[in-house]
């Protein structure tokens, strides 16, 4: 019984960003119906995979779901749909407004059809301006957000994407906390809204809240930027035998560091490293100092001397050595689970816990249309017209996907 327990959701996202949203909200409790089109969610082809349409990235994005894939460009599906839509609460897309509309599933539609309805769309721009109908894609959101420009300053005069989807992860966050403002709001007046999260927008905010700075003002005071962020000596330190992840930060941090390491006299000797002004105006300098130190050492020895010194360090993981990580073995982080079609599995569990209303993950990623017919049924369909539907082709289910592959054949 998860704090989100109750409340139903139509979920028509695909690839990541709404999908990520989707699977933390059914993590939460909510009951989501993931509605896929007849070729399914483009990230079921994405490899490595055991199973063709069943690929990592899908598994990572879509559990907590149940599957049915319907074809809205027939009649029969559009009204099924509608009928799903009847006793939810939230509807989520992904797909440019201007697709919804086509599709007869424009928000004065949907809200004709359930008043309470929260229509949430996550998708690239705000509709006011005059991006409002051009694609959206992580690489293009995190160049256009200024993310790559910030690389190319710090990291030697060539712009970067980060190597994560990480426009699609934050905007999806953001989308999972105005979904959850929306019921709130809807718990208090009694009805639904329509709810706009744009990529490009929340980004601009996530990385100008950093780096904004003297921009900030008018005349602006500088040309943007967090200096200590975007120096270049920014980066985990080599040691003699690795690297460790270290942030000797305030004062405190300082003394305890300059002492562990026998240079307590530093600051009085050099006015660069004296107090927090001073190092943050001298940044570069001072961090590459510490690199040159850090190589005196092992990584064991370093993370053994910042531990008693009371200064923050992190070993420096990989993906493998993550998952044998003391402190996320302890708290249970990484689950094992055996999928009916993929066999065992690792599955992350939702970070964050409830005293009162844990949650508990029950549903495993679904095969494509997997539970269409039961979704129908529940929905109050009779049998008679859902096997309308399997035999108008709106509705598909996995072994009518595997009938039609084998007729292509």
């Known amino acids: 019984m998860g704090p989100l327990d109750s409340i139903r959701i139509v979920d028509m996202t695909s690839v990541l960003m709404g999908p990520s949203a989707?699977?933390?909200?059914?993590?939460?409790?909510?009951?989501?119906?993931?509605?896929?089109?007849?070729?399914?969610?483009?990230?079921?082809?994405?490899?490595?995979?055991?199973?063709?349409?069943?690929?990592?990235?899908?598994?990572?994005?879509n559990r907590s779901k149940r599957s049915i894939c319907l074809d809205l460009k027939k009649a029969s599906?559009?009204?099924?749909?509608?009928?799903?839509?009847?006793?939810a609460d939230i509807l989520v897309y992904n797909v440019r407004p201007q697709a919804m509309e086509r599709l007869g599933l424009g928000y004065e539609a949907v809200a004709a059809c359930n008043p309470r309805l929260i229509y949430a769309g996550v998708y690239g721009f705000g509709q006011s301006g005059p991006y409002a109908a051009k694609p959206a894609y992580d690489d293009l959101i995190q160049g256009a957000s200024g993310m790559s420009a910030l690389?190319?300053?710090?990291?030697?005069g060539i712009p970067r994407y980060v190597p994560t989807a990480i426009a699609d992860r934050v905007v999806g966050?953001?989308?999972?906390?105005?979904?959850?403002?929306?019921?709130?709001?809807?718990d208090r007046t009694g009805l639904g809204q329509r709810v706009d999260v744009?990529?490009?927008?929340?980004?601009?905010?996530?990385?100008?809240?950093?780096?904004?700075?003297?921009?900030?003002?008018?005349p602006p005071l500088d040309r943007g930027g967090y200096p200590r962020q975007l120096s270049p000596e920014r980066r985990p330190y080599q040691t003699s035998d690795g690297y460790v992840c270290a942030l000797v930060y305030n004062d405190k941090h300082w003394k305890n560091f300059l002492?562990?390491?026998?240079?307590?006299?530093?600051?009085?000797?050099?006015?660069?490293?004296?107090?927090?002004?001073?190092?943050?105006?001298?940044?570069?300098?001072?961090?590459?100092?510490?690199?040159?130190?850090?190589?005196s050492r092992t990584t064991a020895e370093w993370l053994d001397l910042l531990e008693r010194a009371d200064?923050?360090?992190?070993?420096?993981?990989?993906?493998?050595?993550?998952?044998?990580?003391?402190?996320?073995?302890?708290?249970?982080?990484?689950?094992?689970?055996?999928?009916?079609?993929?066999?065992?599995?690792?599955?992350?569990?939702?970070?964050?816990?409830?005293?009162g209303t844990p949650t508990r993950i029950d549903r495993l990623p679904p095969v494509k249309g997997e539970h269409g017919r039961e979704v129908l049924l529940e929905a109050g369909l009779s049998k008679d017209a859902v096997e309308s539907m399997l035999a108008d082709g709106s509705l598909i289910l996995p072994e009518t996907s595997a009938a039609s592959a084998d007729r292509r054949n």
């Open 22 to 61: 989707t699977q933390m909200l059914g993590d939460m409790g909510a009951e989501v119906i993931k509605v896929e089109a007849p070729d399914g969610d483009l990230m079921r082809q994405v490899v490595p995979y055991r199973t063709e349409g069943m690929g990592a990235l899908f598994m990572n994005a």
């Open 77 to 87: 599906g559009k009204a099924a749909l509608f009928e799903l839509i009847k006793d």
């Open 151 to 156: 690389i190319q300053r710090s990291g030697g």
């Open 173 to 186: 966050l953001a989308a999972v906390g105005a979904i959850c403002a929306s019921i709130v709001a809807r």
């Open 198 to 218: 744009p990529m490009f927008e929340t980004m601009v905010q996530f990385v100008l809240a950093d780096h904004l700075a003297g921009l900030s003002y008018d």
């Open 259 to 295: 002492s562990a390491i026998g240079m307590v006299d530093l600051p009085d000797r050099d006015p660069r490293f004296a107090t927090f002004a001073a190092r943050t105006a001298n940044i570069d300098y001072v961090y590459g100092e510490l690199a040159r130190w850090f190589l």
């Open 311 to 355: 200064v923050p360090a992190m070993p420096m993981h990989d993906l493998e050595s993550l998952l044998v990580d003391p402190h996320l073995e302890q708290v249970g982080f990484f689950q094992p689970v055996d999928h009916p079609t993929e066999g065992r599995m690792r599955s992350m569990r939702l970070p964050m816990t409830w005293s």
